[in-house]
């Protein structure tokens, strides 16, 4: 049974900066393509970045130049290191394990962990 789990979220003022870490079990990791994602109550789940197996790159427009996505496939591990933070930054963090389809859609992701939250306050 492959699962994932978030680490690293909790408050922070804007401008400020966290790192997030993603790790999965039950699954070859260094074969996944892995996609962080974010939620706010009443909107849909939205990608933020995701990264392939051969560590391409793709960021939402919001997040470009201020946040970085990288994995280690030593830990099983994905990151999400985020600077700059803004008050629109603020959800919950997800990860998940990209099956099939469009890396933009959430559909296209298999699993998921339960999440971390971030919140951008002063």
């Known amino acids: 049974q492959v699962q994932l789990a978030e680490s690293g979220g909790g408050l922070v003022q804007p401008g400020g900066s966290l790192t997030l870490s993603c790790t999965v079990s039950?699954?070859?990791?260094?074969?996944?393509?892995m996609g962080w994602y974010r939620q706010v109550p009443g909107n849909e789940r939205e990608m933020v970045a995701t990264?392939?197996?051969?560590?391409?790159?793709r960021y939402a427009d919001s997040v470009k130049d201020r946040f970085t996505i990288s994995r280690d496939n030593d830990k099983n591990t994905a990151y999400l290191q985020m600077t700059s933070l803004k008050h629109e930054d603020t959800g919950v963090y997800y990860c998940?394990?990209?099956?099939?389809?469009?890396?933009?859609?959430?559909?296209?992701?298999?699993?998921w962990g339960p999440g971390t939250q971030v919140t951008v306050s002063s």
């Open positions: 998940g394990r990209f099956m099939y389809g469009s890396y933009y859609a959430a559909s296209s992701y298999v699993e």
């Open positions: 039950g699954s070859i990791f260094s074969h996944n393509v």
């Open positions: 990264i392939t197996t051969g560590t391409i790159r």
